[in-house]
């Protein structure tokens, strides 16, 4: 995953890729629209109230409109060389 940008994306978007975040079980970076940034695993998407929640493995649910974006977490693994003869 690149850099995603919930602004370029629009928020139904951008749910959509939190909630594949879910499903692969990889951390993601977040950046928070106040500059807040971290890494972790997105647990589960949530609606409370009309309002979208991303709930995390070790911080506190943080509501979607606040993420101002999403990038993988660690680096995209490569495949291991084929032995050398």
Do not use: Y
Not at 57 to 67: D, G, L, N
């Amino acid at each position: 995953m690149s850099r995603l940008e919930q602004d370029q994306v629009g928020s139904c978007s951008f749910v959509d890729v939190l909630e594949e975040a879910v499903l692969v079980k990889r951390p993601v970076a977040i950046e928070l629209r106040d500059g807040t940034t971290f890494i972790d695993q997105v647990t589960d998407v949530t609606t409370e109230s009309g309002q979208d929640f991303a709930v995390f493995r070790s911080h506190a649910r943080v509501p979607v409109k606040e993420i101002a974006a999403a990038t993988r977490g660690e680096p995209p693994r490569r495949p291991s060389p084929p032995d050398a003869p």
